[in-house]
Protein backbone atom coordinates (compact mmCIF):
# COMPACT_ATOMS: atom_id res chain seq x y z
CA UNK A 1 0.00 0.00 0.00
CA UNK A 2 1.20 3.14 -0.95
CA UNK A 3 1.57 5.65 1.72
CA UNK A 4 1.36 8.95 0.68
CA UNK A 5 -1.00 8.73 -2.43
CA UNK A 6 -1.54 12.35 -4.71
CA UNK A 7 -3.54 12.32 -7.78
CA UNK A 8 -2.75 12.76 -10.73
CA UNK A 9 0.69 12.18 -11.38
CA UNK A 10 0.82 14.40 -14.83
CA UNK A 11 -1.40 16.62 -15.24
CA UNK A 12 -0.91 19.29 -18.68
CA UNK A 13 -3.28 21.99 -18.85
CA UNK A 14 -3.82 25.43 -20.23
CA UNK A 15 -2.84 28.52 -18.95
CA UNK A 16 -6.18 30.31 -17.14
CA UNK A 17 -7.64 26.92 -16.47
CA UNK A 18 -8.77 25.38 -12.57
CA UNK A 19 -7.24 22.38 -11.65
CA UNK A 20 -7.02 19.94 -8.53
CA UNK A 21 -4.68 17.90 -7.35
CA UNK A 22 -5.40 15.39 -4.20
CA UNK A 23 -3.71 13.86 -1.55
CA UNK A 24 -4.01 10.87 0.63
CA UNK A 25 -1.80 9.15 3.73
CA UNK A 26 -3.01 6.12 5.36
CA UNK A 27 -0.34 6.99 7.98
CA UNK A 28 -2.30 7.88 10.32
CA UNK A 29 -0.47 11.21 10.66
CA UNK A 30 -1.92 14.33 11.68
CA UNK A 31 0.41 16.87 9.47
CA UNK A 32 0.26 17.44 5.93
CA UNK A 33 2.24 19.44 3.65
CA UNK A 34 2.26 20.64 0.17
CA UNK A 35 5.75 21.34 -1.50
CA UNK A 36 6.64 22.66 -4.74
CA UNK A 37 9.61 21.78 -6.67
CA UNK A 38 11.10 23.46 -8.98
CA UNK A 39 12.66 22.64 -12.56
CA UNK A 40 16.28 23.31 -10.53
CA UNK A 41 14.79 20.93 -8.30
CA UNK A 42 14.56 23.31 -5.36
CA UNK A 43 11.91 21.69 -2.82
CA UNK A 44 10.00 24.60 -1.12
CA UNK A 45 7.24 24.57 1.19
CA UNK A 46 3.60 25.51 0.65
CA UNK A 47 1.29 24.68 3.10
CA UNK A 48 0.99 22.47 6.10
CA UNK A 49 -2.32 21.57 8.03
CA UNK A 50 -2.00 19.37 11.14
CA UNK A 51 -5.56 18.21 12.25
CA UNK A 52 -6.94 19.98 8.98
CA UNK A 53 -6.17 22.97 10.35
CA UNK A 54 -3.80 25.39 8.35
CA UNK A 55 -0.42 25.78 10.40
CA UNK A 56 2.30 27.22 7.82
CA UNK A 57 1.06 29.40 4.41
CA UNK A 58 4.46 30.26 2.90
CA UNK A 59 3.64 33.21 0.53
CA UNK A 60 2.11 31.66 -2.15
CA UNK A 61 -0.28 33.06 -4.79
CA UNK A 62 -4.10 33.36 -3.27
CA UNK A 63 -4.52 31.22 -6.79
CA UNK A 64 -3.33 28.24 -4.63
CA UNK A 65 -6.11 26.95 -2.41
CA UNK A 66 -5.37 23.70 -0.10
CA UNK A 67 -8.32 21.90 1.72
CA UNK A 68 -8.45 19.59 3.94
CA UNK A 69 -11.77 17.70 4.51
CA UNK A 70 -10.17 15.06 6.98
CA UNK A 71 -6.84 14.55 8.74
CA UNK A 72 -5.72 12.06 5.89
CA UNK A 73 -6.57 14.05 2.91
CA UNK A 74 -5.05 17.39 1.74
CA UNK A 75 -6.19 18.79 -1.31
CA UNK A 76 -4.12 21.62 -3.47
CA UNK A 77 -7.04 23.63 -5.75
CA UNK A 78 -5.23 26.12 -8.14
CA UNK A 79 -7.59 28.79 -10.07
CA UNK A 80 -6.41 30.67 -13.53
CA UNK A 81 -3.34 28.77 -14.29
CA UNK A 82 -0.04 30.41 -15.16
CA UNK A 83 3.21 29.42 -17.12
CA UNK A 84 4.99 29.65 -13.63
CA UNK A 85 3.05 27.32 -11.87
CA UNK A 86 4.84 24.30 -14.27
CA UNK A 87 6.41 22.12 -11.05
CA UNK A 88 6.31 18.93 -9.73
CA UNK A 89 3.96 19.29 -6.37
CA UNK A 90 4.77 17.01 -3.46
CA UNK A 91 2.33 16.12 -0.97
CA UNK A 92 4.10 14.61 2.55
CA UNK A 93 3.05 13.43 5.99
CA UNK A 94 4.30 13.04 9.42
CA UNK A 95 3.17 11.71 12.57
CA UNK A 96 3.53 15.00 14.21
CA UNK A 97 4.86 18.40 13.19
CA UNK A 98 7.88 18.94 15.97
CA UNK A 99 11.53 18.46 14.64
CA UNK A 100 13.21 15.29 13.75
CA UNK A 101 9.94 13.28 12.77
CA UNK A 102 10.32 11.31 9.52
CA UNK A 103 8.32 13.16 6.51
CA UNK A 104 7.25 11.05 3.66
CA UNK A 105 6.73 12.26 0.14
CA UNK A 106 4.32 11.25 -1.94
CA UNK A 107 5.67 10.17 -5.73
CA UNK A 108 4.75 13.88 -6.75
CA UNK A 109 2.21 15.73 -9.68
CA UNK A 110 4.15 17.00 -11.94
CA UNK A 111 1.77 19.99 -13.51
CA UNK A 112 2.84 21.33 -17.03
CA UNK A 113 1.00 24.98 -18.32
CA UNK A 114 0.93 25.22 -21.85
CA UNK B 1 17.65 34.08 -0.09
CA UNK B 2 19.26 30.90 0.51
CA UNK B 3 19.40 29.75 3.84
CA UNK B 4 20.96 26.29 2.83
CA UNK B 5 23.50 26.16 0.07
CA UNK B 6 24.42 22.60 -0.83
CA UNK B 7 27.47 22.22 -2.78
CA UNK B 8 28.39 20.80 -5.40
CA UNK B 9 25.17 21.07 -7.26
CA UNK B 10 26.41 18.65 -10.14
CA UNK B 11 28.96 15.67 -9.70
CA UNK B 12 29.56 13.22 -12.56
CA UNK B 13 31.83 10.54 -10.81
CA UNK B 14 33.17 6.72 -11.34
CA UNK B 15 32.45 4.05 -9.43
CA UNK B 16 34.32 3.27 -6.59
CA UNK B 17 35.19 6.94 -6.11
CA UNK B 18 34.94 8.55 -2.62
CA UNK B 19 32.62 11.90 -2.49
CA UNK B 20 31.35 14.95 -0.05
CA UNK B 21 28.28 16.56 -0.35
CA UNK B 22 28.03 19.85 1.72
CA UNK B 23 25.84 21.19 3.35
CA UNK B 24 26.37 25.06 4.77
CA UNK B 25 23.59 27.56 6.48
CA UNK B 26 24.63 31.06 8.50
CA UNK B 27 20.87 29.25 10.99
CA UNK B 28 21.10 26.76 13.34
CA UNK B 29 18.97 24.10 12.91
CA UNK B 30 16.88 21.96 15.34
CA UNK B 31 18.42 18.78 13.36
CA UNK B 32 19.59 17.79 9.71
CA UNK B 33 17.96 15.95 7.52
CA UNK B 34 19.53 14.03 4.16
CA UNK B 35 17.51 12.78 1.29
CA UNK B 36 17.37 11.37 -1.49
CA UNK B 37 14.94 11.49 -4.37
CA UNK B 38 14.95 9.28 -7.93
CA UNK B 39 13.76 10.40 -11.04
CA UNK B 40 10.16 10.05 -11.37
CA UNK B 41 9.70 9.51 -7.16
CA UNK B 42 9.19 11.54 -4.41
CA UNK B 43 12.20 12.16 -1.84
CA UNK B 44 12.80 9.20 0.70
CA UNK B 45 14.78 10.26 4.64
CA UNK B 46 18.32 8.57 4.47
CA UNK B 47 18.78 9.87 8.04
CA UNK B 48 18.07 12.78 10.98
CA UNK B 49 21.33 14.25 12.36
CA UNK B 50 20.16 16.06 15.68
CA UNK B 51 23.30 16.67 18.00
CA UNK B 52 26.02 18.72 17.15
CA UNK B 53 28.58 17.06 16.20
CA UNK B 54 26.87 13.67 15.44
CA UNK B 55 28.27 11.39 13.24
CA UNK B 56 25.90 8.70 11.46
CA UNK B 57 26.80 5.85 8.62
CA UNK B 58 24.72 4.36 6.63
CA UNK B 59 26.40 1.30 5.22
CA UNK B 60 29.13 3.33 3.10
CA UNK B 61 27.15 6.87 3.32
CA UNK B 62 28.49 8.75 6.63
CA UNK B 63 26.93 11.77 7.87
CA UNK B 64 28.08 14.53 10.07
CA UNK B 65 26.40 17.49 11.75
CA UNK B 66 28.07 20.73 12.43
CA UNK B 67 29.42 21.21 15.93
CA UNK B 68 27.35 24.33 15.78
CA UNK B 69 24.57 22.44 13.84
CA UNK B 70 24.91 25.23 11.02
CA UNK B 71 26.15 22.72 8.59
CA UNK B 72 26.64 18.76 7.74
CA UNK B 73 28.30 16.80 5.09
CA UNK B 74 27.54 13.70 3.49
CA UNK B 75 30.38 11.32 2.70
CA UNK B 76 29.83 8.29 0.25
CA UNK B 77 32.57 5.88 -0.15
CA UNK B 78 33.25 3.80 -3.09
CA UNK B 79 30.17 4.83 -5.01
CA UNK B 80 28.04 2.84 -7.07
CA UNK B 81 25.56 3.66 -9.63
CA UNK B 82 23.00 2.63 -7.27
CA UNK B 83 24.04 5.62 -5.63
CA UNK B 84 23.11 7.62 -8.23
CA UNK B 85 20.46 10.47 -7.57
CA UNK B 86 19.24 13.65 -6.29
CA UNK B 87 20.90 14.62 -2.72
CA UNK B 88 18.73 16.77 -0.73
CA UNK B 89 19.88 18.39 2.56
CA UNK B 90 17.19 19.74 5.08
CA UNK B 91 17.02 21.76 7.99
CA UNK B 92 14.74 21.62 10.50
CA UNK B 93 12.67 24.45 12.54
CA UNK B 94 11.34 23.73 15.90
CA UNK B 95 8.07 23.62 14.03
CA UNK B 96 9.02 20.76 11.75
CA UNK B 97 9.35 22.93 8.99
CA UNK B 98 12.17 22.13 6.66
CA UNK B 99 13.88 23.91 5.11
CA UNK B 100 16.02 22.40 1.69
CA UNK B 101 19.31 23.06 0.11
CA UNK B 102 19.54 23.15 -3.64
CA UNK B 103 20.11 19.65 -4.13
CA UNK B 104 23.07 17.90 -5.35
CA UNK B 105 22.94 15.40 -8.19
CA UNK B 106 25.24 12.50 -8.48
CA UNK B 107 25.88 10.55 -11.65
CA UNK B 108 28.25 7.57 -10.80
CA UNK B 109 29.22 5.32 -14.23
CA UNK B 110 30.08 2.06 -13.95
Known amino acids: DTAVSQTPKYLVTQMGNDKSIKCEQN?????MYWYKQDSKKFLKIMFS???????INETVPNRFSPKSPDKAHLNLHINSLELGDSAVYFCASTATATSGNTIYFGEGSWLTVV | TQLLEQSPQFLSIQEGENLTVYCNSSSVFSSLQWYRQEPGEGPVLLVT?????EVKKLKRLTFQFGDARKDSSLHITAAQPGDTGLYLC??????????FGQGTTLQVKP
Open chain 2, 90 to 99: AGVRNTGKLI
Open chain 1, 27 to 31: LGHDT
Open chain 1, 49 to 55: YNNKELI
Open chain 2, 49 to 53: VVTGG
